[in-house]
């Protein structure tokens, strides 16, 4: 029980370390003749405010010099300047495989998910007999372990024994292919985990727009059926625009997720000849092989290229999105 | 009535009027979400029954739904092939720690945004926001480092003692969410009867914000026993090990057959107290994924 009480000791005294910094910044706002309100004010955000600086601030800067460096944990960092990016983009044999999966992933599981997500909430929506029961069996993938789900998967797909390969085989066979082995051969490894995707379809999303749906006023669309329009009309034109803000959220949420995934890679352990994803490329040059500056250089692609799909879901908003406070 | 005016005032047929249609929709409807419950449920159902599987019925063809004989066993034996008692105890420890840490630090601040003024307040909290949308890979090396250098590599220390700075952003606004909600007033009386900031913030604002307390607790618990990359990067030492990274071993590399009847009994066992949370506090998970899923 060593470890544990070291660590819990620390805890304690970070805890009283922190509470004492937002008395300290309380008194010292106060001296300076701030405000009473706006000095309890910035006491209450100092944990996060720190953390921000300490977690997340410092590091992104670091990181940033670190891409420009050769480090190896044991000497100090070295500065390359560019070249770290450029061997990732002309040199290295695993990045282009890695950057086309992680991509192609994003591309098919994102729409199909918040599509689908969609579906599934409408027909939740509903108000059919024992729904309360659908929806608690249609919240399962988000409950369940993350481990506990890839493992699963992991045995599903097995080649031999797994429950794909009994319905799948068959049906492969009349078209003349052999038994798949998903993790095993890189033709299928993608397919693989856009399978896996679409278990997920019934997440968090669904949940989230299960109760966009009934935000969306009765009124509107009695008033649609008095015009006469039809459901795809009225789905068209009033329940799409009115949880557009929602759908787009769910997309930038998705883009992020998708391009980071890691768990499930990790323990299903596809065959690397189909590309790594990108993060567990950046976990493996990072920590298994101590290349910290040229990992980093990697996280920053990975990271433009998070903010470009964001930024360009984010420019077309302005075309689909649409808020209801806001005026023209 | 066997028919119905249309929109246009003419007779429909049967198959036009709305009932029908209706009828057939609703029909559809029950066949889909019929359908998709199955889906969703046959890989954990076969979960199930191949943790309760004998060794060599686990391949056998056609699969056998109803394992026969029932090991209850596998759960014993895959329990104790490795030390999991003490990796339970190590990843109850780390949630308790890193919850409670969570919960206080989150609160405090999500009450500071949510009821005082100051400048720079919205500027900070749209900050706040779009840390949300950061990628974790890009502030994990450096973060690693930071840790490394006050040497505490293999300690629990990086696994718990970030969540004291508030380290969910997506908790800190759904709190202040439902902060904005509690009527300023009862505050106010609070202040007339002389109650200080600690005070208000204890008496008042903790009970009536209960449900999404509740709610962030749940989603810190199941970061904490979902999180994979946090041990596999700082634990070294096996008596360490939390859960996940102990099955991860367990499941031996790539070269090894798994054995999955045991595999499988570990991942029901894993998947067993998050079931029993969820059953147990469903309404607050779905208000909480709600309140932070629309006003984003």
């Known amino acids: 029980m060593q470890p544990h009480l070291a660590t819990a000791i620390r805890f304690v005294i970070v805890l009283a370390g922190v509470s004492g910094l937002m008395v300290l910044v309380h008194r010292g706002l106060r001296l300076l003749n701030v405000r009473r309100e706006a000095a309890t004010g910035y006491a209450l955000i100092t944990p996060w405010l720190v953390g921000f600086l300490v977690f997340t601030s410092f590091p992104m800067i670091a990181s940033a010099y670190l891409s420009f460096t050769d480090y190896n944990i044991l000497q100090p960092p070295n500065w390359v300047g560019l070249e770290n990016f450029r061997r990732i983009f002309t040199r290295d044999i695993d990045f282009w495989p890695a950057i086309r999966l992680t991509l192609l992933y994003a591309f098919l599981s994102v729409p199909i998910g918040v599509a689908g997500a969609l579906v599934v909430a409408m027909l939740l929506a509903n108000d059919l007999r024992g729904i309360g029961i659908y929806r608690t069996v249609y919240y399962l993938p988000t409950v369940l372990p993350e481990v506990a789900v890839a493992l699963l998967w992991r045995w599903i797909f097995n080649p031999q024994a797994g429950l794909l390969n009994r319905f799948v085989v068959p049906v492969f066979r009349l078209f003349g292919l052999s038994r798949p082995d998903w993790f095993g051969d890189p033709t299928y490894v993608l397919p693989a985990f856009v399978i896996i995707s679409l278990w997920g379809i019934t997440g968090v999303n669904m949940v989230i727009f299960l109760a966009a749906l009934k935000n969306v006023p009765l009124h509107l669309y009695e008033v649609a059926f008095i015009d006469g329009a039809g459901g795809w009309k009225r789905f068209r034109h009033i329940t799409v625009p009115m949880i557009s803000p929602v759908i787009f959220l769910q997309v930038v949420r998705g883009i992020i997720g998708a391009l980071q995934i890691f768990t499930v890679y990790a323990f299903t352990n596809p065959t690397p000849r189909a590309g790594k994803f990108m993060s567990f490329y950046i976990y493996q040059t990072g920590f298994q092989q101590f290349r910290m500056g040229y990992a980093s250089a990697l996280a920053w692609i990975l990271f433009a290229i998070i903010l470009v799909l964001t930024l360009m879901v984010l420019r077309s908003s302005e075309m689909w999105v649409y808020y209801e406070g806001e005026r023209k | ?296």
């Open chain 2, 1 to 296: 009535m066997s028919t119905v005016q249309g929109a246009a005032g003419g007779k429909l047929a049967w198959w036009e009027s709305r009932r029908t249609r209706d009828t057939i929709l609703r029909s559809i409807s029950y066949v889909v979400v019929i359908a998709g419950a199955v889906v969703l449920t046959v890989p954990f159902l076969w979960m199930l029954s191949s943790s309760l599987k004998p060794a060599h019925a686990v391949f056998a063809s056609p699969p056998e739904w109803i394992p026969d004989p029932v090991m209850w066993r596998n759960y014993v034996d895959a329990w104790t092939a490795m030390p999991f008692t003490r990796f339970l105890i190590n990843t109850v420890f780390i949630i308790a720690l890193g919850l409670s840490g969570e919960l206080l630090s989150c609160t405090v601040v999500a009450y500071g945004f949510a009821r005082y003024r100051f400048p720079g307040r919205n500027v900070l909290f749209i900050i706040l926001l779009s840390t949300m949308m950061l990628p974790y890979v890009v502030t994990l090396i450096p973060t690693f480092l930071i840790w490394r250098t006050l040497g505490l590599i293999n300690t629990f220390d990086p696994l718990v003692i970030g969540a004291i700075f508030a380290w969910g952003p997506f908790h800190i606004f759904l709190l202040r969410q439902f902060m904005l909600t509690v009527p300023v007033e009862m505050e106010e009386a609070a202040i007339v009867d002389g109650a200080h900031t600690m005070q208000r913030f204890a008496y008042i604002m903790i009970p009536l914000i209960r449900p999404a307390l509740l709610a962030v607790g749940v989603f810190t618990f199941q970061a904490f026993w979902n999180d994979f990359l946090g041990p596999l990067i700082y634990l070294n030492d096996m008596s360490k090990y939390t859960m996940n990274l102990g099955i991860y071993f367990f499941m031996g590399g790539p070269a090894e057959a798994p054995q999955w009847h045991w595999l499988m009994a570990m991942s029901t066992m894993l998947a067993l107290p998050v079931l029993v949370l969820f059953f147990l506090a469903q309404r607050y998970f779905i208000e909480g994924l709600t309140v932070t899923g629309l006003k984003g």
